[in-house]
């Protein structure tokens, strides 16, 4: 079965540009999410969604990320603009959403930006 | 809000033997699931084990066990027979059965495996 797949794997583009990362979860899977890893400050959860709808977006770090899943086989992260701080590795995860279900994680887009 | 602490930031072992990974965690909620991710350097992140809270029992996965002390709050990792293939980052991550469903996941330890 295929996993999580994430385009593109790497994205190196310069202060400005707008980014979109994009996911596609496994198939049967109800809950979605975005993390963000960077040596400073680890694994964090930007957003998930659970049956397409934003459940939490706390992590979302200002109004220059969205995020957004208009069906249950695709969602995207957009950055607009983007910042050299917003360089890090961007990882997409899809669960089944009852009980005692594990996320299982696209390969991660490594996004520079310079 | 629940947080996970991984105290060794790095480890080494001699190929063919044990190691343990030492994770804590703190949260006032009495059901909650635990794992352990692994991170080689191709950059996935790969499940290596899960624990529900309210089972005693502690899980194994073949050469991977673990050792949930509730009271403690503590969730370490066993490694038995260590292989090369284990070098990698390894993230212990908590995660609520009943609010969120967000991964919180500790800083990793990076594990050598020595020949």
């Known amino acids: 079965d295929a996993g999580v797949i994430q385009s593109p794997r790497h994205e190196v583009t310069e202060m400005g540009q707008e980014v979109t990362l994009r996911c596609k979860p496994i198939s049967g899977h109800n809950s979605l999410f975005w993390y963000r890893q960077t040596m400073m400050r680890g694994l964090e959860l930007l957003i998930y969604?659970?049956?397409?709808?934003?459940?939490?977006d706390s992590g979302m770090p200002e109004d220059r990320f969205s995020a957004k899943m208009p069906n249950a086989s695709f969602s995207t992260l957009k950055i607009q603009p983007s910042e050299p701080r917003d360089s890090a590795v961007y990882f997409c995860?899809?669960?089944?959403?009852?009980?005692?279900?594990?996320?299982?994680f696209g390969d991660g887009t490594r996004l520079s930006i310079l | 809000a629940q947080t996970v602490t991984q105290s060794q930031p790095e480890m080494s072992v001699q190929e063919a033997e044990t190691v343990t990974l030492s994770c804590t965690y703190d949260?006032?909620?009495?059901?909650?699931?635990l794992f352990w991710y692994k991170q080689p350097p191709s950059r996935q992140m790969i499940l290596v084990i899960r624990?529900?809270?309210?089972?005693?029992q502690n899980a194994t996965e073949n050469r991977f066990s673990v050792n949930f002390q509730k009271a403690a709050k503590s969730f370490s990792l066993k490694i038995s027979d260590s292989q090369l293939g284990d070098a990698a980052m390894y993230f212990c991550a908590y995660r609520s059965a009943s609010g969120a469903q967000k991964l919180v996941f500790g800083q990793g330890t990076r594990l050598t495996i020595n020949p």
């Open positions: 624990q529900e809270a309210y089972k005693q």
């Open positions: 969604f659970n049956n397409n709808v934003p459940i939490d």
């Open positions: 949260t006032s909620e009495s059901d909650y699931y």
């Open positions: 995860a899809s669960s089944l959403r009852q009980g005692f279900q594990p996320q299982h």
